[in-house]
């Protein structure tokens, strides 16, 4: 589990207020990760965590989430409704 600790900071880097700067962001995000991958080659068990964590980070919506730009179903539906 030691190389765990060079992929949980990366859950933690804040997104662009921004929002033109999300897709920079997000690139950023996937070129950092593919580089740790194919650097580090991190061990079975330390990828498969960081990959549920991701996936349950951006699942949820959350607003850490590097990859997906999430909108609340409230939000969507008042920009239908106007």
């Known amino acids: 589990m030691y190389c765990l600790q060079w992929l949980l900071p990366v859950l933690l880097v804040p997104k662009p207020l921004l929002p033109a700067l999300h897709f920079n962001h997000a690139l950023f995000m996937a070129l950092y990760l593919i580089a740790f991958f194919l650097e580090r080659k991190p061990c079975t068990i330390c990828a498969a ?4 964590m991701l996936i349950l980070m951006c699942q949820n919506c ?3 989430c590097a990859f997906v730009t999430c909108t609340s179903p409230e939000a969507a539906s008042e920009t239908t409704t106007s």
């Open 49 to 52: 965590v960081f990959i549920v």
């Open 62 to 64: 959350s607003y850490n």
